[in-house]
């Protein structure tokens, strides 16, 4: 039976909730839900002392319990003793228990969003569930703590200040004490590269696993690092520099593939609000460069195939934002370019030589081409003779209709190749249309043609009617119009 709204029942209600084994999950559970019920009585005065009290007392309890545990954690591969590995129910029960401790905190929320000694556990709580690929989050609780999180940011809109030592106490209090001891070598305690590092142990080795408490015991701290990323500007970057590079350049670095990928995506949130100048000025943009640059060829057979995909996306995207960020101006175009360019000959030309005949390897490295194409601009003429026969190829392939995708991110490339490096496309004429047709025709002699071909064949027209237009002299229409007399399937494409 639930309590009356009175004082001592709300007290007597929320000891008796709290006071059980947290070991019993189904309990747990219980507790939490019957609290959020209980609290939705809109009878209830929070501004009693009493139920004050009461209130605070049963959110730190339900915090210390939806507190994303080692249980979801990586096992320590040199510890002691082994991890008990959680079953899946256990990782069940225990997601629906945050689950329900987001929906009991968001009954809370009117006492604690408005008392400032309560703001910064509550707000590292709610950020450890912010996203929703951690395996501790549910939808739910995904999308409640965000709606809390964003409600309370709109609550301090116009107080810089409060903002400011919410990320500052985020910061010292909770996440530099866990990256504290496997600080990287190269950084100085200023947060910029050292001229001379110190040894010491390497953010990216697992040899000691009690160095490593944000990644084996509290691993949630790397979502809460997140959402403080995200809440930064220009300034607050600058000002919290030194407690910010330790903690990214370290899950960057580490050994893992998961925290690259999530140390790739955390460098991305900085560099677009990170000023340019700051990144060069303390030597970390080419700090992060290096660091990135090894992972391009994280390539089958060496690297699992669902491991290197995303680790190869998430790096040639680090990587183009931190040059885009590292040299913004003009007068850098030249080193952008330069950098832009070993990108592409270390990344791109040399991963498909050792991976390309991996469709899956091939279609990032088409993407990804594009990208590169159009951050280089005209720039990327001098890669035409590497990148086009490449293209070529994969069009005129025997079975190149077996996997639609990897054709639809080549003809992508092709077509940011025509959109930038149209002043040259007329040197390489022959190789884009040959290529083009080709694949047109098999798709036209296709008896039952496969789903996604239509799209293919959208882009094939445009392309080549791109590359009409650009052509526009009586030689050109000649040749093209004996192609298109000579085969009747091509009749469709340059038909206008």
Not at 62 to 78: G, H, M, S, Y
Not at 113 to 133: K, Q, R, V, Y
Not at 231 to 240: G, N
């Amino acid at each position: 039976m639930m309590p009356g709204s009175g004082s001592q029942d709300f007290l007597a209600f929320v000891d008796r909730l709290i006071r059980f084994s947290e070991d019993d999950f189904a309990q747990v559970h219980e507790h939490l839900l019957a609290g959020e019920k209980y609290l939705c009585n809109p009878d209830i005065d929070v501004t009693n002392p009493v139920n004050h009290a009461a209130a605070v007392q049963l959110r730190d309890w339900t915090i210390n319990v939806i507190q994303p545990t080692d249980a979801f954690a990586l096992e320590a591969p040199f510890a002691a003793e082994s991890k008990p590995i959680a079953s899946q129910d256990e990782i069940t029960w225990r997601v629906l228990i945050k689950t329900a401790g987001v929906f009991l905190l968001s009954q809370l929320r009117r006492l604690q969003l408005s008392d400032p000694e309560h703001t910064g556990p509550l707000i590292a709580c709610l950020a450890s569930f912010t996203n929703a690929e951690d395996p501790w989050t549910s939808d739910d609780a995904h999308g409640l703590s965000r709606l809390m999180l964003s409600e309370y940011l709109e609550s301090i809109e116009g107080k810089p200040k409060a903002l400011e030592d919410l990320i500052t106490n985020l910061l010292r209090e909770r996440v530099k004490p866990l990256f504290v001891k496997s600080r990287n070598p190269i950084l100085t305690e200023a947060g910029r590269k050292a001229s001379s590092p110190t040894i010491g142990n390497s953010s990216s080795t697992d040899f000691e696993s009690a160095d490593k408490p944000w990644k084996f015991e509290t691993p949630h701290i790397v979502a809460v690092f997140e959402w403080i990323l995200q809440q930064l500007d220009a300034s607050l970057v600058q000002a919290h520099w030194p407690l910010v590079i330790p903690p990214l350049l370290t899950t960057l670095d580490d050994v893992s593939i998961k925290y690259k990928i999530r140390g790739c995506k955390l460098l991305q949130i900085l560099v677009r609000v990170a000023p340019a100048n700051l990144l060069e000025r303390s030597g970390l943009g080419e700090v992060f460069h290096n660091t990135l640059t090894p992972y391009l060829l994280y390539l089958p057979s060496l690297t699992p195939e669902e491991e290197s995909i995303p680790l190869l996306d998430s790096t040639y995207d680090a990587l183009i934002s931190l040059t885009r960020a590292r040299y913004p101006n003009p007068d850098t175009g030249t080193q952008k370019i330069k950098t832009l360019d070993a990108i592409f000959r270390y990344g791109i030309l040399k991963g498909y030589a050792h991976a390309g005949e991996n469709v899956r390897i091939a279609e990032l490295f088409m993407q990804k081409s594009a990208d590169l194409v159009g951050a280089m601009k005209i720039y990327c003429v001098k890669h035409l003779k590497d990148l086009l026969p490449i293209i070529s190829g994969i069009l005129t392939a025997p079975f190149a209709l077996a996997y639609p995708p990897l054709l639809v991110a080549s003809l992508q490339t092709l077509r940011a190749v025509v959109v930038n490096a149209w002043p040259r496309v007329g040197f390489h004429t022959g190789e884009i249309l040959e290529g083009l047709l080709m694949c047109w025709c098999r798709i036209a002699d296709e008896e039952e043609p496969a789903t996604g071909l239509e799209e293919i064949q959208a882009s094939i027209k445009e392309i080549v009617r791109a590359v009409v237009q650009l052509l526009k002299d009586d030689e050109a229409e000649k040749e093209l119009k004996m192609l298109n007399d000579c085969d009747a399937r091509l009749e469709a494409i340059f038909t206008i």
